[in-house]
């Protein structure tokens, strides 16, 4: 099993969870920003509604230092958005490795990665990128995307990794790709694919995620998927026992897919870490998970496949009145349409 096969199955693999857990050494994913400049169909940050901004400098140091007196120990930079859009995505990184963590990890579109970025990541530390590539021929990365940066994210990718073999760099280079009903090509044709300019190549099928994206049951799934009786997944979620996810206005959230906050328990301008992990509300929330009894939460849009408008775990970190403008918009739909018309 290779190393990144490795890390997946240790963090998505079933554990005895605790309604009081440890704070993890690991997992701590930062929103350095929820910008985007891609439009992928099975992404919510296409219908998301809550503003688009950069995390706070002064904020984002005094969680990195606070986590790592935790016991902290890996952090990746970023969650709902690109992360390269923030231009101090390098001081982030060098800060995190001078202050001793351990493993600094991206992922990326790769449409920025060019070769001064590339310059600027390795020096300031990055242990390792992972590129997000959803397709193998221009039509239908376009198709995914929504964005015609095929060909420019490709030739990144291999720049990228024969810059690391010529300078004999020890950084990892991952890129991963979520199949669709339109992009489910064989796994060893994908594979074959970017393997030669990678060290893995993470391969998962589409699902709604993030609660938020009912489209992809009725569109988007790949065949084998869309031939099996939807219905619960592995319950208790490890990411609301295991991960520390922040978001770019400095809240704590139980799912780093939680676009519109809607799973956001404490504000970590007010709190601290350790205040915030062990609050009533993910308590609460711990609780129902290990019950498993979802039901009004958006995990269970998640986890249950269900297509309701759940309730916030906090009103105060919600910026949207009515969750149906996200969880009905047609925005891909509309787009998927237009395609087979095409």
């Known amino acids: 099993m290779s190393e990144l096969q490795n890390r997946l199955s240790e963090i998505t693999a079933k554990k005895d969870y605790k309604l009081i857990p440890e704070i993890p050494n690991k997992n701590l994913l930062i929103e350095i920003t929820n910008k985007c400049n891609c439009n992928c ?54 800060y995190a490795k001078t202050i001793g963590y351990n493993y600094v990890y991206l992922t990326t579109n790769g449409i920025l990665l060019d070769e001064n970025s590339m310059i600027k990541l390795v020096k300031n530390g990055i242990d390792s990128i992972k590129i997000s590539i959803n397709a193998i021929n221009k039509e239908d990365y376009k198709l995914i995307h929504g964005v015609d940066c095929f060909n420019l994210v490709i030739n990144n990718l291999k720049y990228l990794f024969n810059f690391r073999e010529k300078n004999k760099l020890p950084f990892k280079i991952y890129v991963s790709y979520i199949a669709t009903k339109y992009t489910d090509y064989k796994i060893n044709v994908i594979r074959d694919f970017f393997i030669k300019y990678c060290d893995d190549v993470a391969i998962i099928n589409v699902r709604n995620q993030s609660g938020m994206m009912p489209e992809i049951n009725d569109l988007l799934l790949c ?81 249950y496949d269900s297509k309701i408008c759940p309730s916030a775990l ?29």
């Open 223 to 303: 065949e084998e998927d869309a031939t099996k009786v939807q219905g619960r997944r592995l319950v208790p979620c490890h990411y609301v026992f295991d991960t520390i996810n922040i978001t770019s206005e400095g809240y704590i959230t139980a799912c780093c897919t939680d676009f519109e906050n809607y799973l956001a328990y404490a504000d970590l301008n007010k709190v601290s870490i350790k205040e915030a992990w062990t609050n009533e509300l993910i308590t609460l929330l711990r609780k129902k998970h290990l019950e498993n009894k979802l039901e009004g939460t958006l995990c269970a849009n998640c986890i």
């Open 41 to 94: 169909i099975f992404c919510a940050n296409s219908k998301m509604i809550r503003s688009r901004k950069n995390i706070d400098d002064k904020f984002i140091y005094k969680v990195l230092n606070e986590a790592y007196e935790l016991g902290v120990r890996e952090v990746g930079f970023y969650t709902t958005g690109e992360s390269m859009l923030n231009e101090n995505l390098y001081d982030y990184i060098k």
């Open 314 to 342: 906090s009103k105060e970190y919600v910026e949207i009145d009515n969750f149906e403008k996200v969880l009905y918009n047609d925005k891909v739909t509309n787009r998927l349409k237009k395609y087979k018309k095409l």
